[in-house]
């Protein structure tokens, strides 16, 4: 099984936007859900979004009306569309796959594909947001 790929981060001024990408070319099923989690300098991972494989959407309280999270099925490919960035923004952020997850909400906040190994988590994409 391969890891699913970010690629889209880098470098943005305060009140930018960036498109992460993420690929998961290695699963195939069809019944799961994907959702892109950050972790900020000096503090814990966090759910940021997540969407079902039928389009339900999930957003922490912080990025709500800013981010957006989408799936392009024919490319087995899933974004993360970030606008009105800020510093608090800045971290690594990784996608993950979940196979069996109940809800997205479940799976943001309890990070559930944690639970099926690093075959299931990107490497990761740095985002930087200076001031």
């Known amino acids: 099984q391969l890891p699913p790929v970010e690629s889209g981060g880098g470098l943005v001024q305060s009140g930018g936007s960036l498109r992460l990408s993420c690929a998961a070319s290695?699963?195939?099923?069809?019944?799961?859900?994907v959702g892109w989690f950050r972790q900020a300098p000096g503090k814990e991972r966090e759910g940021v979004s997540c969407?079902?494989?039928?389009?339900?959407?999930y957003y922490v309280d912080s990025v709500k009306g800013r981010f957006t999270i989408s799936k392009d099925n024919a490319k087995n490919t899933w974004y993360l569309e970030m606008r009105s960035l800020t510093p608090e923004d800045t971290g690594v952020y990784s996608c993950?796959?979940?196979?069996?997850?109940?809800?997205?909400?479940?799976?943001?906040?309890?990070?559930?594909?944690?639970?099926?190994?690093?075959?299931?988590w990107g490497e990761g994409t740095l985002v930087t947001v200076s001031s």
């Open positions: 969407i079902s494989f039928n389009a339900n959407t």
């Open positions: 993950a796959v979940d196979p069996h997850f109940t809800t997205v909400q479940a799976m943001c906040r309890f990070q559930t594909p944690q639970y099926y190994g690093k075959d299931y």
């Open positions: 290695g699963f195939t099923q069809e019944n799961y859900a």
